[in-house]
């Protein structure tokens, strides 16, 4: 790499966000591959500073991947960071320039494409999956491969995921959802649902739950059709150009509703929907639009907070701990609300666990990609969870749902301790008119 | 191809997880906080002492040199692999933390991160002073190797003054103790705070016996604001001269002062042209009646404003603001550079006269923070590496800044040692004799001059910084 490509490197791999880095190290204690690899190679100032290298061509891209593949990108170090380097900015770049470069192995390119590619962005490919699923658990399909050892042999460790996933729902039931919601009692907002891929084909209850709080809560819902994936996992492995077909796509189908918020659910989506207008940055059309729309996206902890809270019914002595999403606490800065809803639960006792902020190791699919790296991660998690004695943890992303079962199972404490999205734990508990 | 002592290596540190080789660990090996990258040929963690005195007899038998790190937050170079060979990286050896309560002593494992230290003392009702700003970053090994200090320097001294034994592997792979567990101990040469400040030139620190002390009962801070900078002066004068002894005292320029305000507020009145952040710590009582004593001697030499915030909530609020200097002024501009040099407290006024001086003759972005009640001063410079005529006159403001201190009988370095990035100017600070004397107990306990080479003493030919290639 000479000259003008190195220029034209330096430009993708955002270079220039590097040399906000002092490297001073007050990232390091906030990593989760820093804590559990303990190599300077796996922080964020390792990193960074690795970035840096390759861009000054002394060293080769391909050097790059594992230390930028293996990381969560959960972002707690620009939290923890004292001059605020971007290094979200840094690892997409990085990302971008791998995928570039990479001559993909053909089982991870099929994967890929076929995951990402296609599954994802298209409503039907989801409602695929939801069939599947439940056609699977209902056929019976899936005790005998479950007995077989069939499901070990899915590719990537998928069968371990499997173990832990909901049930799913019937495709009737998936069928019959309305457009729209209107609120009970007093209307004091109009909404949007942003549905999400996963959380809509896997956690359809999580959704209809979601409607339910909001409709309680004062707020009328729209579930605008033309919806799509947030890009999340294509900006992830660097498919930028997918992810602002996909933005733009979500944007255009949103401007079509009167609504004060658009509302999501999972903390990795809302992560994503809040990036819109730095993804759109250097599009003039959008970038205004995308502007208007990362203002008004709002996790539904902080529209339930702002909205006064639910009326909730007191149920038996529960004790409860909390694992936030990385995306929700770091990228979207909402810490407080989720804590103080939980907290408002009559009946509850609730525990903070030790690091809490520290990623579960779910990451996107960084669990399902990087197995080992992340099951070492989770065990971590699961070694400040367990002095809370809680009998539930609280969650606000589906990735971290499924890792957490995930933990739970590992440590076999499935008989006393259960995990639970915060929009189902609080609708268990919904005041019902 | 691997070189002899390469395979030789694998069979001392049998676990080779633990040796790293691929070009992206060596290269996250090769620098530290401070200045330029290298790429040493092995990093090797061991876990005990046992395996270090292993590497350091291959080292020693090849003549291959070794660089001890520890979370690399150094802002001197100390652990910077100039000449290639291994990082020794001690973050693994984190097996011991025992405190003594009857002894009020802790043993500790060099690995282990100061604060975690600083925790468990607190646990057990006991004080660990030394608190350096990275603190919850840096190991206890690299405190130790470095000398670091921090605000309550003042009262409490540094690193050092509670270090009462070590065990050490030599650059021979000898294990050897110095000190021992006893306050008072005078038993031949104190190698002990020989050892402590070497920057990892005479040998490995693999033990630390660390002092502690009760814990202060209370607290309270007190924010001085000042209309002139040598009214500042005078105050850190007068209140340490009247029989006073704040645990720490800060002092912030008006320059920071802005960065801060425009970075986060704080409520810092930006037309000041300095304040002081003053802490005292003790029995309440005493606390109460000094606090009334630091007032009303601030005000009398000019102080503008004095706030006493004795609540934990509003003294945080306080000194929130003074950590909040770093982030501040690095959004100036984004290469940092940070000095330590230090002037006896009496000459802080005139130290910070030369410092402007400095600004203005080589038109940087220099601003001044810093442990004001120990002359300890941290002038900034806020730059960008990739402006090559800027970094030149960077070069020659940082050692006009080291002559000041020199002349003014001060020294080069009050927490953060002297590295690669000082030793061009030591001679200046010690005299040739002075520096020879040094050189001596060095090639004494180094014969083959593999621990940690090119620190402290300056290499052939080496007269000034260089911080552009």
Same mark, same amino acid.
């Given at each position: 790499?000479?000259?003008?490509?190195?220029?034209?490197?330096?430009?993708?791999?955002?270079?220039?966000?590097?040399?906000?880095?002092?490297?001073?190290?007050?990232?390091?204690?906030?990593?989760?591959?820093?804590?559990?690899? @303990?190599?300077?190679?796996?922080?964020?100032?390792?990193?960074?500073?690795?970035?840096?290298?390759?861009? /000054?061509?002394?060293?080769?891209?391909?050097?790059?991947?594992?230390?930028?593949?293996?990381?969560?990108?959960?972002?707690?170090?620009?939290?923890?960071?004292?001059? &605020?380097?971007?290094?979200?900015?840094?690892?997409?770049?990085?990302?971008?320039?791998?995928?570039?470069?990479?001559?993909?192995?053909? $089982?991870?390119?099929?994967?890929?494409?076929?995951?990402?590619?296609?599954?994802?962005?298209?409503?039907?490919?989801?409602?695929?999956?939801?069939?599947?699923?439940?056609?699977?658990?209902?056929? @019976?399909?899936?005790?005998?491969?479950?007995?077989?050892?069939?499901?070990?042999?899915?590719?990537?460790?998928?069968?371990?995921?499997?173990?832990?996933?909901?049930?799913?729902?019937?495709?009737? /039931?998936?069928? $019959?959802?309305?457009?729209?919601?209107?609120?009970?009692?007093?209307?004091?907002?109009?909404?949007?649902?942003?549905?999400?891929?996963?959380?809509?084909?896997?956690?359809?209850?999580?959704?209809?739950?979601?409607?339910?709080?909001?409709?309680?809560? @004062?707020?009328?819902?729209?579930?605008?059709?033309?919806?799509? %994936? %947030?890009?999340?996992?294509?900006?992830?492995?660097?498919?930028?150009? /997918?992810?602002?077909?996909?933005?733009?796509?979500?944007?255009?189908?949103?401007?079509?509703?009167?609504?004060?918020?658009?509302?999501?659910?999972?903390?990795?989506?809302?992560?994503?929907?809040?990036?819109?207008?730095?993804?759109?940055?250097?599009?003039?059309?959008?970038?205004?639009?995308?502007?208007?729309?990362?203002?008004?996206?709002?996790?539904?902890?902080?529209?339930?907070?702002?909205?006064?809270?639910?009326?909730?019914?007191?149920?038996? *002595?529960?004790?409860?701990?909390?694992?936030?999403?990385?995306?929700?606490?770091?990228?979207?800065?909402?810490?407080? *609300?989720?804590?103080?809803?939980? /907290?408002?639960?009559?009946?509850?006792?609730?525990? *903070?666990?030790?690091?809490?902020?520290? %990623? %579960?190791?779910?990451?996107?699919?960084?669990?399902?990609?990087?197995?080992?790296?992340?099951?070492?991660?989770?065990?971590?998690?699961?070694?400040?969870?367990?002095?809370?004695?809680?009998?539930?943890?609280?969650?606000?992303?589906?990735?971290?749902?499924?890792?957490?079962?995930?933990?739970?199972?590992?440590?076999?404490?499935? &008989?006393?301790?259960?995990?639970?999205?915060?929009?189902?734990?609080?609708? *268990?508990?919904?005041?019902?008119? | 191809?691997?070189?002899?002592?390469?395979?030789?290596?694998?069979?001392?540190?049998?676990?080779?997880?633990?040796?790293?080789?691929?070009?992206?660990?060596?290269?996250?090996?090769?620098?530290?906080?401070?200045?330029?990258?290298?790429?040493?040929?092995?990093?090797?963690?061991?876990?005990?002492?046992?395996?270090?005195?292993?590497?350091?007899?291959?080292?020693?038998?090849?003549?291959?040199?070794?660089?001890?790190?520890?979370?690399?937050?150094?802002?001197?170079?100390?652990?910077?692999?100039?000449?290639?060979?291994?990082?020794?990286?001690?973050?693994?050896?984190?097996?011991?933390?025992?405190?003594?309560?009857?002894?009020?002593?802790?043993?500790?494992?060099?690995?282990?991160?100061?604060?975690?230290?600083?925790?468990?003392?607190?646990?057990?009702?006991?004080?660990?002073?030394?608190?350096?700003?990275? #603190?919850?970053?840096?190991?206890?090994?690299?405190?130790?190797?470095?000398?670091?200090? !921090?605000?309550?320097?003042?009262?409490?001294?540094?690193?050092?003054?509670?270090?009462?034994?070590?065990?050490?592997?030599?650059?021979?792979? +000898?294990?050897?103790?110095? !000190?021992?567990?006893?306050?008072?101990?005078?038993?031949?040469?104190?190698?002990?705070?020989?050892?402590?400040?070497?920057?990892?030139?005479?040998?490995?620190?693999?033990?630390?016996?660390?002092?502690?002390?009760?814990?202060?009962?209370?607290?309270?801070?007190?924010?001085?604001?000042?209309?002139?900078?040598?009214?500042?002066?005078?105050?850190?004068?007068?209140?340490?001269?009247?029989?006073?002894?704040?645990?720490?005292?800060?002092?912030?320029?008006?320059?920071?002062?802005?960065?801060?305000?425009?970075?986060?507020? #704080?409520?810092?009145?930006?037309?000041?042209?300095?304040?002081?952040?003053?802490?005292?710590?003790?029995?309440?009582?005493?606390?109460? +009646?000094?606090?009334?004593?630091?007032?009303?001697?601030?005000?009398?030499?000019? #102080?503008?404003?004095?706030?006493?915030?004795?609540?934990?909530?509003?003294?945080?609020?306080?000194? +929130?603001?003074?950590?909040?200097?770093?982030?501040?002024? #690095?959004?100036?501009?984004?290469?940092?550079?940070?000095?330590?040099?230090?002037?006896?407290?009496?000459?802080?006024?005139?130290?910070?006269?030369?410092?402007?001086?400095?600004?203005?003759?080589?038109?940087?972005?220099?601003?001044?923070?810093?442990?004001?009640?120990?002359?300890?001063?941290?002038?900034?410079?806020?730059?960008?590496?990739?402006?090559?005529?800027?970094?030149?006159?960077?070069?020659?403001?940082?050692?006009?800044?080291?002559?000041?201190?020199?002349?003014?009988?001060?020294?080069?370095?009050?927490?953060?040692?002297?590295?690669?990035?000082?030793?061009?100017?030591?001679?200046?600070?010690?005299?040739?004799?002075?520096?020879?004397?040094?050189?001596?107990?060095? +090639?004494?306990?180094?014969?083959?001059?593999?621990?940690?080479? !090119?620190?402290?003493?300056?290499?052939?030919?080496?007269?000034?910084?260089?911080?552009?290639?």
């Amino acid at each position: 790499m000479k000259g003008q490509s190195l220029k034209d490197l330096q430009q993708k791999i955002g270079y220039k966000y590097t040399f906000d880095c002092v490297q001073c190290a007050y990232c390091l204690p906030v990593c989760p591959t820093y804590e559990t690899m @303990g190599i300077e190679t796996h922080s964020p100032r390792g990193r960074i500073n690795l970035v840096k290298m390759v861009a /000054e061509g002394q060293m080769e891209i391909e050097d790059l991947r594992e230390p930028i593949e293996k990381c969560l990108g959960c972002q707690a170090c620009v939290t923890a960071c004292p001059t &605020d380097t971007q290094y979200g900015r840094i690892l997409e770049g990085a990302k971008e320039v791998l995928n570039d470069w990479e001559k993909k192995s053909i $089982s991870k390119k099929i994967t890929e494409k076929i995951v990402i590619g296609k599954l994802f962005p298209s409503s039907s490919g989801m409602d695929m999956i939801g069939h599947i699923m439940w056609g699977y658990e209902k056929t @019976g399909l899936q005790k005998l491969a479950r007995k077989t050892g069939l499901t070990s042999l899915a590719p990537m460790r998928l069968g371990k995921f499997e173990q832990v996933l909901p049930s799913p729902v019937a495709p009737k /039931e998936r069928k $019959s959802r309305k457009n729209y919601y209107p609120a009970k009692g007093k209307v004091q907002l109009t909404v949007a649902l942003f549905t999400g891929c996963i959380m809509d084909s896997m956690f359809f209850t999580t959704n209809q739950n979601t409607i339910k709080l909001l409709n309680h809560a @004062g707020a009328n819902v729209y579930i605008p059709e033309e919806q799509t %994936c %947030c890009g999340a996992l294509h900006s992830h492995s660097g498919e930028a150009n /997918e992810a602002r077909k996909l933005a733009i796509r979500n944007i255009k189908a949103f401007e079509e509703y009167n609504i004060d918020y658009v509302v999501n659910n999972a903390g990795g989506c809302g992560a994503q929907l809040s990036e819109y207008e730095h993804l759109l940055s250097e599009e003039p059309e959008w970038k205004a639009r995308a502007h208007l729309f990362v203002q008004n996206s709002k996790d539904i902890s902080t529209v339930l907070w702002d909205l006064g809270g639910i009326q909730l019914l007191e149920a038996k *002595e529960e004790v409860v701990t909390y694992q936030p999403s990385c995306h929700l606490t770091h990228v979207q800065k909402v810490t407080r *609300e989720p804590k103080a809803l939980i /907290e408002t639960i009559p009946g509850v006792i609730f525990r *903070e666990m030790k690091d809490e902020q520290k %990623c %579960c190791g779910s990451a996107g699919i960084y669990n399902i990609v990087n197995y080992e790296e992340s099951m070492d991660i989770l065990d971590v998690k699961m070694d400040h969870m367990k002095p809370t004695k809680a009998n539930t943890i609280v969650t606000t992303n589906p990735g971290c749902l499924l890792q957490m079962k995930m933990g739970i199972k590992r440590e076999g404490l499935e &008989d006393s301790v259960r995990a639970v999205h915060l929009v189902d734990f609080l609708a *268990e508990r919904l005041l019902e008119n | 191809m691997n070189k002899k002592w390469q395979i030789e290596l694998e069979n001392v540190i049998k676990d080779n997880k633990r040796i790293l080789t691929n070009p992206a660990d060596l290269l996250s090996y090769g620098f530290d906080a401070s200045f330029g990258q290298y790429k040493p040929e092995r990093v090797v963690q061991p876990l005990n002492r046992e395996e270090v005195a292993e590497v350091m007899k291959l080292a020693n038998k090849h003549s291959i040199p070794v660089y001890p790190r520890g979370q690399g937050t150094c802002l001197s170079g100390g652990p910077l692999p100039l000449k290639g060979g291994i990082v020794l990286d001690t973050c693994r050896m984190t097996a011991k933390l025992i405190i003594d309560s009857e002894n009020l002593t802790a043993v500790v494992s060099p690995g282990i991160i100061t604060s975690k230290i600083k925790e468990a003392v607190d646990k057990e009702g006991f004080f660990y002073p030394p608190d350096p700003s990275s #603190a919850h970053v840096s190991t206890i090994g690299g405190n130790v190797a470095e000398n670091s200090g !921090g605000p309550r320097g003042l009262k409490y001294g540094v690193t050092g003054n509670y270090v009462l034994g070590l065990e050490v592997v030599t650059p021979e792979g +000898e294990i050897i103790n110095t !000190g021992g567990r006893t306050i008072k101990n005078v038993t031949g040469y104190n190698l002990t705070q020989l050892l402590v400040g070497s920057e990892g030139t005479l040998g490995v620190i693999t033990e630390i016996t660390l002092r502690l002390i009760p814990k202060p009962k209370s607290r309270v801070s007190i924010l001085t604001v000042f209309d002139d900078l040598m009214d500042s002066g005078r105050a850190i004068s007068r209140v340490l001269s009247s029989g006073i002894m704040p645990s720490a005292m800060e002092i912030m320029d008006k320059h920071c002062i802005k960065a801060v305000e425009n970075y986060k507020p #704080a409520g810092y009145p930006t037309d000041a042209a300095a304040i002081l952040l003053i802490e005292l710590d003790g029995h309440p009582k005493a606390i109460e +009646e000094e606090a009334q004593q630091v007032d009303q001697i601030c005000r009398e030499v000019g #102080a503008r404003d004095v706030q006493i915030a004795v609540g934990e909530e509003d003294q945080k609020k306080l000194w +929130e603001a003074r950590k909040l200097v770093s982030p501040a002024i #690095a959004k100036i501009k984004p290469t940092k550079i940070s000095e330590d040099a230090t002037v006896p407290r009496s000459k802080i006024p005139e130290m910070f006269d030369r410092l402007n001086k400095i600004r203005d003759k080589y038109n940087l972005e220099l601003v001044v923070f810093g442990h004001a009640g120990d002359g300890n001063l941290h002038p900034n410079i806020l730059a960008d590496k990739r402006d090559r005529d800027e970094m030149k006159r960077v070069e020659m403001a940082v050692a006009e800044i080291f002559e000041a201190a020199i002349e003014l009988g001060g020294t080069l370095s009050g927490e953060h040692g002297i590295g690669t990035m000082k030793s061009p100017f030591m001679e200046k600070e010690l005299g040739t004799m002075g520096l020879a004397m040094m050189k001596r107990v060095k +090639e004494a306990w180094d014969p083959n001059n593999i621990m940690n080479p !090119g620190k402290i003493f300056p290499e052939k030919g080496q007269s000034k910084l260089v911080l552009t290639e």
